[in-house]
């Protein structure tokens, strides 16, 4: 049964639940007698590395390393915290591995990095790369996580994601499959308004073209991303041809006029009133973290389903609902990489277990309901082997 206790938490808790940190190494098997140390060390070791050595592909079967995740940051762009560095980042990093045991369970270690150099945590990925089989980028900043990202894929035979842009997409998905079947609506005929063109954002708008929405507005700091804008780099301009189909321009009141649903990713706040110049019972994610870009009791005074970032209000649309089971199947399945295809069915994934008893405040599942990790692996798992990725 969960833990009801709905108390604040305390700071003397935070810090003793962080002491000496939040991870430590388990042995597998118990080295209890004289038999049970040389099989596990000399001698008996060396004919497991002997083996290896002769046979590279048997380190799959006789060390870990082929069911490690490692979570690598650079600190630049640490929760609502910023460029925090390196070591300030390992307590969010450490919490990730803890999240990838308990739900996925897959062992984890935490690597932060003191560089920003793209090329430079890239060769150290591939340099590392017997030790580990695959990688979950976290926490790096935009636009270098997507070409830290793209450069990985290209060089390393293993899963490659950053959880920021596509962990947070792919619970997205599910929140809006979930709420469109409440509302008995179909996401191609919707209008989706993106606030925010960062790792999240910029995700999220390929996530929801690929799943066939109506169309998408983007927006950054300068407004409504749209062709022939000046000064776009070279991700936005991708984006500015295939996105705003209606070609707007201006910012959030004139993307918002009209539209379906709203997708707050930026940090920033938005007057409630905006909300009721949307399309009638529109949709409405603010998922900003601590602070929701609207506060829901207001958003909600407009909106037929509201959702946050937050666990104290309904519809929490939260990371941890897609990452260890997307891993989690990946692994399973040998996958090579980690697909669109791969994506697209986690979130379906997510979405069937709470079919069932879908409703206004419940369009995606409980990050704590035990059915969504392994759902989510299996759906994984065979749209890799769908995909042609599957080892």
């Known amino acids: 049964m969960q833990d009801q206790d709905t108390s604040p938490v305390t700071d003397d808790e935070i810090f003793g639940g962080h002491e000496g940190g939040k991870l430590s190494v388990a042995a597998a098997r118990p080295i209890s007698r004289p038999r ?37 940051s650079d600190g630049t762009a640490v929760l609502g915290l910023g460029d925090i560095g390196a070591s300030a980042s390992l307590p969010v990093m450490e919490g990730k591995s803890v999240l990838f045991k308990t739900f996925g369970g897959l062992d984890s270690i935490p690597l932060v990095l003191d560089t920003t150099d793209v090329d430079e945590i890239v060769e150290t990925l591939v340099r590392l790369r017997p030790s580990y089989g695959a990688v ?43 709420a469109n079947l409440v509302l008995g609506r179909d996401i191609a005929d919707q209008r989706v308004v993106i606030s925010g063109a960062g790792a999240a954002g910029v995700a999220c708008a390929r996530i929801l073209q690929e799943a066939g929405i109506g169309d998408v507005t983007l927006l950054d700091s300068k407004g409504i991303i749209h062709r022939g804008r000046a000064g776009l780099n070279p991700i936005k301009e991708q984006l500015a041809a295939s996105t705003n189909a209606a070609g707007l321009q201006g910012g959030l009141a004139e993307a918002l006029r009209g539209a379906d649903v709203f997708l707050g990713l930026s940090g920033s706040t938005i007057e409630a009133e905006l909300l009721g110049e949307m399309a009638e019972d529109p949709i409405v994610f603010a998922l900003s973290n601590p602070d929701p870009e609207v506060h829901p009791d207001d958003a909600a005074k407009h909106a037929a389903i509201v959702a946050t970032g937050r666990s104290d209000f309904p519809n929490q649309i939260n990371n941890v609902l897609a990452f260890p089971g997307v891993f989690r199947g990946a692994l399973d399945a040998g996958a090579r990489a980690i697909t669109e295809g791969m994506k697209l069915a986690a979130a379906e994934a997510i979405v069937a277990v709470a079919q069932d008893d879908l409703g206004p405040d419940r369009i995606v599942p409980s990050p704590l309901d035990p059915r969504v990790a392994p759902e989510v692996a299996a759906a994984v798992a065979k749209a890799a082997v769908e995909d042609g990725v599957a080892g």
């Not at 060396?46 to 380190?59: D, G, H, N, P, T």
């Not at 830290?148 to 490659?160: I, R, S």
């Open 136 to 178: 979950n980028l976290e926490d790096i900043s935009a636009p270098r996580c997507f070409e830290l990202e793209d450069k990985l894929k290209q060089v390393l035979d293993c899963p490659v994601m950053h959880d920021d842009q596509h962990g947070t997409a792919i619970v997205t998905l599910a929140a809006l499959r979930g």
């Open 36 to 72: 049970d140390l040389s099989i596990a060390y000399t001698p008996g070791v060396a004919k497991v590395s002997r083996a290896i050595a002769e046979q590279a592909s048997l380190a799959q079967r006789y060390t870990w390393a082929d069911r490690l995740v490692v979570v690598v």
